[in-house]
């Protein structure tokens, strides 16, 4: 039974028993008043007719006749049509014992004297012969004579009778509408509830940017106001489980894809030259192609497991001399500057930042090599810093190939390649601005790519000063972390012969 | 000849298939980027075009949208080996879907499927005065017909498709018989049987430490 018709039968129900017991209590009430008038008026007249019988009866004493049957007759008979207007029926008895057999005058309806017998004196009470309904009294008299008055009071019962008909057809007519307009009503309160349903449900179906929209000032409101900001923060979390299954997919989607490639070629060379004897020159060109493509594989390898390692990195940053950093940048990177003009701008031996070294030297590295890359033999790249409010800008601008500006969002994604081949012939593999963008993110800080295509690309990014006095033995400091650091440049990212930077980074 | 349109941006893997697929007697062109593949299409006609989907420039989707008013038969080369891409590429109009990393052999035989299928030829090949019909398996010597059981058949087959190269021996057994190589004396006596059948004893070349070899043309 669904909530509506609960509520609207409780409501009909419990309308039933006022208006039942209400209209009871008042017809009850307004029947015993009338049969009290009417049992005083009864009272009143058969109180008159005792009094006019008794007084006739010790007139003829006095004058000294005898009270007798005759007398008795004629005086009832006048009586009677005296007060017959009243409806009301006399009898008089002589014996008091055994009053039915000695009617001396009566005009009792049938089956009325019947009753008579056994009643005691002075008392009323009600007779019922057939659907008639009479009130008897009965007062002993002098001379062991005995009145008997009964009035109809039929009609009081019939009053009551109609009334109750009454009453009951309009308690039907009262509750069909009250019914009526039960339903109406419970409809109407439940209906917020029906919406909310069918809103779970329709979530539950997966439609998650479903909402109720109630705006009431009432609990229902209130209920699916939570209830919208309930599916509001479950369709952000879906969303966002998608996204992040989304970037999953397309993370493992490009990386398969990176590592395929590689794999076919070596797999198809490798087939090759075991298959058959080739001539040096295709013989050479396959080994060559088997050696490339496999280097590209480790190279992929190294800088995932870096991405890996630094995804659930903790780094304390501590006070970094700037330019200990940019020196082991210049050395390490030197060797594949080529014909492109690579200037630092110069640096105060004492200016700290807040830092990581090694990482702070990977990610200029990182920016340096693809600043280097983007350029052909003329072009010039600059690395700079400036001093802000917040710290210092640390910039690395190139007058290269830039980034076309609808794809400038989306290089920082693992795998992203703005000119794949281009990429592909310098070595790259997609995986060093998203490492960049990592480590910039861990020193609490983010890349700015300002980019415009054959115009060049600027990436800074914004350090903390650290204070002097905080590291006094800075220059120490600085020599210890690059001694610690360099075993570690084994997988230094961004290079396309580790060993030759590694070499660098030592020196 | 059947000419053959490698699109694939991979130079690396462009030449192994170029390499591959002339040795196996087609006529190859190969090209780096999307939109140079779409000139060559216009300009020239070829029996089949190998198409790698993820290209700089025209994507193979769009190039695939070129090809099918042409009719050339064409086949997607691509790391993408999820059902839906499959599903996609063949609904589009693909001819055959291999999937990176491939094998050359595999290569090999969807190129001649297709080939055979589009009725573009691929089911001959021919050396000296033998034709060998790759799909009926029949040799033909000067028009009359010669007895080959299936493994000396895949054998021919094999010399044909890398003529004019030494092949080494175990990997003839392995391609023919499957598995390693237990002893050289099946492989000697299967060559000996074809060169007696077809009266190539000098034709098929045993050459050193290494297997054998089918001469071409040229050499003789």
Known sequence: ?507 | MNSILIVEDEIAIARLIEMSLVRAGYECTMVNDGEQAADLIAENSYDLVLLDIMLPGLDGYELLGYLRPTGTPVIFITAKSSLGDRVKGLHLGADDYIVKPFEIEELLARTQSVLRRTGRGGMTLCAFDVCVDTSAKTVRQNGVSVPFTPREFALLEQLLRNRGAALYRDVLYERVWGGDMEDTRTLDLHINRIRKKLFWQDKIETVFKVGYRLKKEEDT
Not at chain 1, 84 to 93: C, E, L, T
Not at chain 1, 252 to 270: N, Q, R, S
């Open chain 1, 1 to 507: 039974m669904r909530f509506a018709q609960k509520l609207a039968c409780v409501i009909v129900l419990v309308l039933a028993a006022a208006f039942s017991a209400g209209g009871s209590v008042l017809l009850y009430g307004n029947f015993a008043d009338a049969l009290q008038n009417a049992a005083q008026q009864n009272e009143a007249q058969h109180a008159l007719a005792c009094y006019s019988l008794e007084s006739n009866m010790l007139a003829r004493h006095s004058r000294g006749d005898a009270v007798d049957d005759e007398f008795l007759k004629q005086h009832m008979s006048g009586t009677h049509s005296a007060v017959g207007k009243h409806a009301a029926y006399s009898a008089v008895y002589r014996n008091q014992a055994a009053p039915e057999t000695q009617a001396v005058f009566s005009n009792l309806p049938a089956g009325l004297e019947n009753s008579v017998g056994g009643l005691p004196d002075n008392q009323m009470r009600y007779v019922k012969i057939d659907s008639r309904v009479f009130a008897l009294y009965q007062t002993p008299m002098i001379e062991a004579t005995g009145l008997v008055s009964a009035f109809d009071v039929s009609e009081i019962y019939a009053v009551r009778t109609r009334s109750v008909q009454r009453f009951l057809w309009l308690e039907a007519a009262v509750l069909a509408c009250a019914a009526v307009a039960a339903v109406l009503l419970s409809h109407w309160l439940t209906k917020p509830l029906a919406t909310l349903t069918a809103a779970s449900a329709d979530i539950a179906g997966g439609a998650y940017e479903k909402r109720t929209c109630i705006r009431t000032a009432d609990e229902i409101g209130a209920l699916s106001g939570s209830f919208d900001a309930m599916a509001e923060s479950v369709e952000q979390t879906v969303h966002a489980l998608e996204a992040s299954v989304q970037q999953r997919d397309d993370f493992m989607g490009a990386f398969t894809h990176e590592l395929k490639t590689p794999m076919t070629a070596i797999i198809g060379y490798a087939d090759t030259l075991r298959t058959m004897q080739c001539d040096p020159d295709a013989q050479k060109m396959a080994a060559g192609y088997i050696f490339g493509e496999a280097k590209r594989v480790e190279t992929l390898s190294q800088k995932l497991l870096q991405l890996l390692v630094l995804s659930e990195q903790h780094i304390v940053l501590c006070p970094v001399s700037l330019f200990t950093v940019l020196r082991r940048v210049e050395y390490a990177s030197k060797p594949w500057w080529g014909k492109v003009t690579v200037s630092f701008a110069p640096c105060a031996a004492d200016l700290l930042v807040r830092a990581d070294a090694d990482l702070l030297t990977d990610l200029l590295y990182n920016l340096l090599h693809n600043a280097v890359k983007a350029c052909d033999a003329a072009g010039a790249v600059t690395v700079a810093h400036t001093q802000t409010q917040e710290g210092i800008c640390i910039t690395v601008g190139d007058n290269g190939h830039g980034i076309p500006a609808h794809l400038l969002e989306r290089v920082t994604e693992p795998f992203f390649m703005v000119d794949k081949s281009r990429a592909r012939r310098s070595g790259g593999s997609g995986i060093g601005l998203a490492l960049c963008s990592k480590i910039a993110a861990l020193h609490g800080t983010q890349l700015t790519i300002k980019s415009g295509e054959h115009k060049g690309t600027v990436v800074s990014f914004a350090l903390q000063l650290a204070d002097k006095a905080l590291a006094p033995h800075a220059a120490q400091s600085d020599k210890t972390s690059v001694a610690l650091a360099a075993p570690r440049k084994s997988a230094h990212p961004g290079s396309s012969n580790p060993h030759r930077d590694r070499g660098g980074v030592q020196r």
